[in-house]
């Protein structure tokens, strides 16, 4: 029995000459482009210069630095929000409050350490003091929201202890008998 | 015969049946028409199909029963009833002016709906046997936009657009199918058949073009070959391309690929190619189920080299 040849090797067996020429009214797939899907555009991508990261270092550097910044307010709103009185959920926030950024001072170091190089280390020095100077005034709400509580010994009477008692200058006694 | 036997018997045909394993399937219409309407899926899948196979071996009358049943079963209006009766008329035209005709009750049906997929495809395929290429282009680009998802359309155009040399647009369609299906090694091979025959196409054989093209069309079929362990169509386009790219008319300093590696490939497409053809040959248990077309094709190329 003669077999016929599969579709695909008669295809590849087809010479170039018996092939129709491509017409040009016809229609493209949608999405096609002309300008070729083989070659794609190359651009030219230069590597940035040690400045130019030097700089972007530095600005990643404000970044970290300026993030406790944006949470202040909240602290605030928060601290004024939540009573007053002695009882878990305040004195867990306040607490939190002293803990993040005694936490946060401790490791300034670390914070910049992927920022820090010969270039940027005197750059990175402002850098450090505006993170500490805001670490600080989160600490300052917490003081705050303390003496709003009336936990700062800042009244006489909470210093009782050292208090005498005030010797009389004179004592009348009455006298009807 | 019971409903399943007969599914089965439907089930071992290839997709492309030859003319005598068609005979075989339509002979079987009297005993599937005689059974009971259980109305089961199945049931309607053994009717489509046997109605296809009806439909290629002459049996008109057979054919008309089936589809009245299944119109009487799922209506008229039922797009694919609709695409069915309409290979029904296409079968049974025997002029010109009556596939004119068909092709306008096409298009009336798709003037009221046309999201009618399966008659859409009808009419672009009647379109495509009319010689209206461009014109089916055109038709099946519409229905690719209304329905990108899906890859047998993306094939279709692709070998559309093949047929009338657009290798670009060709090769674009195929790979929009391997977006939607990415390990269909079939179509890797497919692209690597394109490419091959883009690049012969080039009047300028040894340019830097022809070269870009055959190693591209190599890593297509290696890329199949990967995916199918011993694929037949796979690595007879390696061989074939690997022996092209081994030509002496081409240049060696456009080549990105470096001769030993080609060298190497060629010679693994030529073992596994043997391998085949003998395995085949003697009926060996890995080797069953290849295409004796396709086997005898491997035979006259591995001659043809050596």
């Known amino acids: ?177 | 015969m019971s409903l399943t036997n007969l599914l089965n018997r439907f089930k071992t045909v290839s997709a492309h049946p030859t003319p005598s394993e068609s005979l075989a399937l339509s002979q079987l219409a009297p005993s599937v028409l005689n059974l009971s309407i259980t109305d089961t899926p199945e049931q309607w899948v053994l009717y489509e199909s046997l109605l296809i196979s009806t439909l290629r071996t002459g049996d008109d009358t057979s054919a008309q029963l089936i589809l009245q049943r299944l119109a009487d079963r799922f209506g008229n209006d039922n797009a694919r009833i609709m695409a069915l009766q309409g290979i029904y008329d296409e079968c049974t035209a025997t002029n010109q002016a009556q596939l004119d005709e068909v092709l306008k009750n096409y298009t009336e049906v798709l003037k009221d709906d046309p999201t009618n997929i399966p008659v859409a495809k009808r009419r672009i395929t009647l379109l495509h046997h009319l010689s209206k290429k461009s014109e089916a282009i055109s038709a099946l680009t519409t229905l690719i936009d209304l329905n990108p998802t899906d890859a047998e359309s993306w094939a279709q155009l692709a070998q559309y657009y093949f047929e009338i040399s657009m290798y670009p647009q060709a090769i674009y369609c195929l790979e929009e199918v391997l977006l939607i299906l990415p390990n269909a090694y079939n179509t890797h091979a497919r692209l690597g058949e394109i490419h091959l025959v883009a690049a012969e196409s080039i009047n300028n054989s040894g340019s830097k073009e022809v070269v870009e093209k055959l190693e591209a069309s190599l890593r297509w079929y290696l890329r199949a070959v990967e995916l199918c362990d011993g694929y037949l169509r796979g690595y007879y386009g390696v061989k074939l391309v690997t022996g092209k790219l081994l030509d002496s008319k081409i240049s060696t300093a456009y080549r990105t690929i470096p001769e030993e590696k080609v060298n190497k490939l060629n010679s693994v497409a030529t073992v596994q190619l043997n391998d085949i053809v003998t395995g085949s040959e003697k009926g060996k248990k890995a080797f069953i189920g290849y295409d004796s077309a396709e086997v005898a094709a491997v035979k006259e190329l591995l001659e043809a080299t050596t």
């Open chain 1, 1 to 177: 029995m003669a077999l016929s040849q599969p579709a695909w090797v008669i295809d590849l067996k087809t010479s170039p000459s018996s092939r129709p020429k491509a017409p040009s009214n016809v229609a493209d797939p949608p999405g096609y482009s002309t300008s070729g899907s083989s070659k794609k555009s190359q651009k030219q991508i230069t590597p940035p210069t040690q400045a130019e990261t030097d700089d972007l270092k530095i600005k990643k550097a404000w970044e970290v630095a300026l993030a406790p910044a944006k949470s202040l307010p909240m602290n605030m709103i928060m601290m004024y929000m939540s009573g007053n009185t002695l009882q878990i959920f305040s004195i867990m926030m306040t607490a939190m409050l002293f803990m993040n950024p005694l936490r946060a001072l401790s490791s300034v170091g670390n914070t910049f350490s992927k920022f820090d190089g010969e270039a940027t280390h005197g750059r990175l020095l402002t850098v450090k003091l505006a993170y500490i100077g805001l670490q600080i005034l989160t600490i300052v709400i917490g003081i705050w929201k303390v003496n709003a509580m009336g936990l700062l010994p800042t009244t006489r009477s909470d210093w009782l202890a050292w208090e005498h008692a005030p010797v009389p200058l004179e004592t009348s006694i009455s006298n009807f008998r």
